[in-house]
T-cell receptor, first 118, second 111 residues
C-alpha cells in the first residue's frame, strides 16, 4: 500500500526556536496533504490542508504565521512551527491523498511527530 | 460541532471476545471510514463504507452504516491482544478528503 514517511518522529526544542517537520509520500503522488494536531488521548484536529503548488488552507483558529506549511512538490510537504512555545507541544501527524486507484479514497498517514518544547 | 463521536470512549475485553464500537455523526456524508491508531503512532486505514452501503466486511472487521440515524458501528470479531489500539471513525461531511475524526475508542484486549 501507499506509504507516507514523516520525520522526525520525536523532537525536543527550546522555547523560541523553530522546528520543521517533513512529510513525504514515497510511492504515490500526493496531490493533497493534511496536517493534524493531536493532544494526549484526544482526537485529531485538522490544522490545514495543502495542495501542491498553492497556499495552504488553514482551519479556523490556526495561526498561519506560526504554523508554516509548504507543499512544494507532489511528494513533500513541510510544517514549520515557528518560535515554538511549550503550549505548542503536541503530536503532529500528516496525511496524504493522491489521484487514481485507491489513493484518492482514503488517507495515508505518517507515523507522527511528538514535539516537546521546553 | 465535531462530527464522528464514538462510544464507548474505552472498552476492555478478553482475547477471543468481540468488540463493538459505535460512531455518530451530524451532517450528510459521502463515506465513513474507520482508522486504527497504536499509541504514539500514525493512523492506519481499516475500512471505508459509502453512504449507499449498509454493511461491509473485511477479515475480522464488520462495519455497518445507518444514514437515517447517522451512525456506524465497527465490530471486531475474535479479538486478539494485537488489536489493542484506539479506533477512530472519520466522516467527510460531503467534501472529499477533508475528514473529521471522532474522539476515538480505546480498545484494550487482555490476553
Amino acid at each position: 500500500g501507499a506509504v507516507v514517511s514523516q520525520h522526525p518522529s520525536r523532537v525536543i526544542c527550546k522555547s523560541g526556536t523553530s522546528v520543521k517537520i517533513e512529510c513525504r509520500s514515497l510511492d504515490f503522488q500526493a496531490t493533497t496533504m493534511f496536517w493534524y494536531r493531536q493532544f494526549p488521548k484526544q482526537s485529531l484536529m485538522l490544522m490545514a490542508t495543502s495542495n501542491e503548488g498553492s497556499k495552504a488552507t488553514y482551519e479556523q483558529g490556526v495561526e498561519k504565521d506560526k504554523f508554516l506549511i509548504n507543499h512544494a512538490s507532489l511528494t513533500l510537504s513541510t510544517l514549520t512551527v515557528t518560535s515554538a512555545h511549550p503550549e505548542d507541544s503536541s503530536f503532529y501527524i500528516c496525511s496524504a491523498t493522491g489521484t487514481g486507484g485507491t489513493t484518492n479514497e482514503k488517507l495515508f498517514f505518517g507515523s507522527g511527530t511528538q514535539l516537546s518544547v521546553l | 460541532s465535531q462530527q464522528g463521536e464514538e462510544d464507548p470512549q474505552a472498552l476492555s475485553i478478553q482475547e477471543g471476545e468481540n468488540a463493538t464500537m459505535n460512531c455518530s455523526y451530524k451532517t450528510s456524508i459521502n463515506n465513513l471510514q474507520w482508522y486504527r491508531q497504536n499509541s504514539g503512532r500514525g493512523l492506519v486505514h481499516l475500512i471505508l463504507i459509502r453512504s449507499n452501503e449498509r454493511e461491509k466486511h473485511s477479515g475480522r472487521l464488520r462495519v455497518t452504516l445507518d444514514t437515517s440515524k447517522k451512525s456506524s458501528s465497527l465490530l471486531i470479531t475474535a479479538s486478539r491482544a494485537a488489536d489493542t489500539a484506539s479506533y477512530f471513525c472519520a466522516t467527510d461531511g460531503g467534501s472529499n478528503y477533508k475528514l473529521t475524526f471522532g474522539k476515538g475508542t480505546l480498545l484494550t484486549v487482555n490476553p
